[in-house]
């Protein structure tokens, strides 16, 4: 007889982890969808999302704790047993521990809602050096945010829904997708909201967009200092939220006087008229419209900047907590609720700092890898020799892996616990293998947003290898470290019943839809009741943030290099149906895409002789490679284009391997070349050489 569940959890085919339901017949998964009872989503899941079952069924990926016997690198692998794997680890961990310090030991995984484990796991430890890896994607626009508003960039929910008019910049919402925010924005679209879009090139986006300005590349700064200019020289910003709320207003008045919109074009390649009536169209939109903060267009050099002027936007607009403009993200205590207990919560502090607190010249805040690499190079501020990639792939995210790899190379541990064998865990001591987002269940979130909730992972069959979900391998470590008594889960139900204490709330409240509401409706704060958690309590044009670390609030703006005739910026972004470097080898995905393109602009293809279709060499840096040219009207002249994630350098990945060119490796010698305010990696300030391939070199 057949035996039919259905299990509420949470998709896994990339960290946007959108609710999802899977049928479960005798034990092996029949269908996923997405979970009809999440707003904004109505059982809608993306290709990636429907790829989840190929991944699972797929033999191609790690299936029992693996240890290195060659080389770094030289894929020389042993297999072990969990108990050899994991104290193997840990004896390592206590040697460097004994040697250095447990401030020795950093910990990097990919940032969200699951991280008060790895937290609470280096707490257990002793060791503050808990790092994400945000410089490689939102860190500048997340850091811009916060010296305006106090709020980070998630903290601040687009209420796309209810938007008259909404712009992005490089923000490619149909291809770098959320589930819920396509959905949204079509709603808001088919209700007759307006869409600006800006990029380099004319993405799925730009094709469904109202207003598409294909932008010289680097220069949104120059776009948004005009914009500010023609929005306050014709006082189109909203006056009294101004007074009420903004502090530098003047000083912002008098920076941009010279960054006239007819300057502007000149910089931008944006007809001056164009800029005008984009300030006059999200004006008569106020407060409903939104300006995207970006993410791409936080890759530059001075993209901190760039970012910082789209939030000034929004803060001239008045739509701060304002239906169809950003909401403030609530948690439970905000819903009338108490928050989740942390697994840290009885785990003494830690007294030492993380290794990149008062880095010389560093940018805001702390946490950021790039810094980490340099402590493990110099030993300075003090050694840090091992360190644990959890769901999280450097090599292939930060640009220069080759870079990379020597650092890594000082290393006494380096631990990669992940479900795909990526260039990270390729490079690893030991790969220690995490049963996939079906197979286990994880510690539960919660989701700060208008209408905060918790929401729960749920395993739904069991591991298909030898594999284990990471709340485990974790409480298993710490086990063997002395620290058992800190995380002393056998089940994920204990884990679930300390986080759910004091919150009146159970496991099995999770069962009918994988996550429990908070709220009715959303929450908006009343006018007088809303807060920045700025210093001064307002919002700051000018910030005490940056002030007080001598960095300017408004800063001029600097011309991008151009590139020289047959040089170009080198873009990279996404696919609609890939996830960044990890899901190239999928069966399903890689037939659909299998390999990357050169995207060229015609005219600079027609000086080069190179058509659609040609073989290309592209050389940087003292790397080469060949790739096809796709050639095309629709990319600036100064820019080519290609899909991040490809040219898969582990053989054991077949479908993959090889196939299409690696972006990050012509961006050797760039790996410190961040923003330095933001921290973000500067990958668009690679610039390449396009010539047509002549031999067959890779
Ligand atoms: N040149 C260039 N570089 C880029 C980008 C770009 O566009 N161009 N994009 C940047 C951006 S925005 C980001 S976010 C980063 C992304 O890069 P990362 O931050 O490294 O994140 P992911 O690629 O999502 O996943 C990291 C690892 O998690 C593993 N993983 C997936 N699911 C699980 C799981 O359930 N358990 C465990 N343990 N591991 C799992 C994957 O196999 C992968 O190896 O790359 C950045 N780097
Ligand atoms: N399908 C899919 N969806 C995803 C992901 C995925 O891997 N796959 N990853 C998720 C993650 S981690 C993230 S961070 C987001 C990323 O979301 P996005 O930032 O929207 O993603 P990208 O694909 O990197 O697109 C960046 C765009 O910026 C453009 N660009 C480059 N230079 C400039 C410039 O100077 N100015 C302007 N205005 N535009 C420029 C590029 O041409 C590109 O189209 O997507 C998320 N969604
Ligand atoms: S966007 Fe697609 S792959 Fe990512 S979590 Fe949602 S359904 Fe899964
Ligand atoms: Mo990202």
């Known amino acids: 007889m057949k035996a039919t569940s259905s299990v509420y959890s949470m998709c896994g085919m990339c960290a946007v982890r959108c609710p999802i339901r899977v049928e479960v017949e005798n034990g092996a998964v029949r269908w996923i969808e997405g979970n009809p009872h999440a707003p904004g989503i109505n059982g809608s899941l993306c290709a990636k999302g429907s790829a989840g079952l190929a991944f699972e069924y797929d033999s191609e990926r790690p299936q029992h704790p693996m240890i290195r016997t060659g080389p770094r690198g030289s894929g020389q692998w042993r297999r072990a047993t969990w108990d050899e794997a994991l104290d193997h680890v840990a004896g390592k961990l206590e040697e460097v521990s004994a040697a250095s310090g447990p401030r020795a030991i950093a910990l990097a995984d ?13 707490k257990a430890l002793g060791s503050p050096n808990y790092f994400d890896h945000d410089d490689s994607c939102a860190s500048n626009v997340n850091l811009a ?75 949104d700064y120059a776009l948004n200092l005009a914009l500010i200019h023609a929005v306050l020289r ?88 304002k239906e169809g403009g950003l909401i403030v993200a609530k948690g439970p205590e905000e819903a009338g609720g108490r928050p989740l207990r942390s697994l840290g919560a009885r785990i003494p502090e830690v007294e030492d700092e993380i290794v990149d607190a008062g880095m010389p010249g560093a940018p805001l805040g702390t946490g950021h890898l790039v810094n980490l690499y340099k402590a493990i190079r110099t030993g300075q501020p003090y050694p840090v020799r091992a360190f644990l990639a959890y769901r999280f792939d450097p090599i292939a995210a930060f640009p220069d892996p080759e870079a990379q790899k020597s650092v890594l190379e000082k290393l006494d541990l380096l631990v990669a616990i992940d479900v795909n064998y990526s260039d990270t865990a390729w490079h690893a001591d030991v790969i220690l293998p995490e049963a996939t987002y079906l197979e286990r269940s994880n510690i539960i979130a919660t989701q700060k947003g208008p209408q905060p909730s918790f929401a729960m992972r749920r395993q739904a069959i069991p591991p298909r290898h030898d594999t284990k979900p990471a709340w485990e391998i974790f409480a298993l470590l710490a086990e063997r470290m002395g620290a058992g008594r800190h995380l002393p889960y056998k089940s994920i139900d204990d884990i679930w019943s300390w986080q759910l204490e004091g919150t009146g709330l159970k496991s099995e409240d999770f069962n009918a839809k994988g996550f429990v509401s908070l709220a009715r409706k959303p929450i908006l704060m009343d006018g007088e009741k809303l807060e920045f958690k700025t210093p001064s309590g307002k919002i700051e044009f000018v910030s005490s943030m940056l002030e007080r670390r001598s960095f300017e ?51 600079e293809a027609g000086k080069l002789g190179i058509k659609s279709g040609d073989a290309v060499e592209v050389s940087a840096n003292g790397q080469r490679g060949t790739i096809k040219a796709y050639v095309t009207p629709f990319i600036h002249r100064e820019a080519v284009f290609m899909l991040h994630g490809f040219g898969n350098e582990v053989p054991f990945k077949t479908r993959s391997f090889r196939k299409g060119l690696r972006d990050t490796r012509f961006a050797a010698g760039l790996l410190d070349s961040v923003d330095p305010v933001g921290g973000g990696v500067a990958n668009l300030e690679c610039v390449v050489t396009v010539r047509k391939a002549t031999g067959g070199a890779r």
């Open 234 to 321: 014709e006082r189109l910003h909203d006056v009294e939220f101004a007074r009420r709320w903004v502090e530098g207003l003047s000083e912002l008045e008098r920076f941009v006087t010279a960054y006239t919109p007819e300057w502007a074009a000149q910089e931008t390649g944006i007809p001056a008229q164009e800029i005008v009536s984009l300030a006059h169209d999200i004006a008569a939109a106020r407060p409903k419209v939104i300006l995207h903060g970006g993410w791409m267009v936080a890759r530059y050099t001075d993209s901190f900047y760039s970012s910082r002027a789209i939030y000034l936007l929004n803060a001239l607009m008045g739509n701060l907590e």
């Open 553 to 603: 609030s408004l800063k001029p703006y600097v011309r991008p290099r151009k590139p020289e005739e047959g040089s170009f910026r080198l873009a990279s972004g996404r696919s609609a149906v890939h996830t960044n470097a990890q899901s190239q080898n999928n069966p399903y995905l890689n037939e659909i895409v299998p390999e990357n393109t050169l995207w060229l602009n015609d005219h």
């Open 145 to 219: 945010c916060k010296s305006v508003f106090g709020y980070g960039r998630a903290e601040l929910a687009y209420d796309f829904t209810n938007a008259k008019h909404i712009v992005l910049y490089g923000r490619n919402v149909f291809e770098s997708l959320q589930v819920n925010e396509v959905n949204t924005i079509l709603d808001a679209l088919a209700a007759g909201a307006k869409l600006t879009y800006i990029d380099i090139r004319a993405t799925v986006t730009a094709s469904k967009a109202d207003r598409f300005l294909m932008i010289r590349p680097g220069t």
């Open 110 to 122: 990919r940032g969200g809602p699951f991280t008060d484990l790895t937290k609470s796991f280096l």
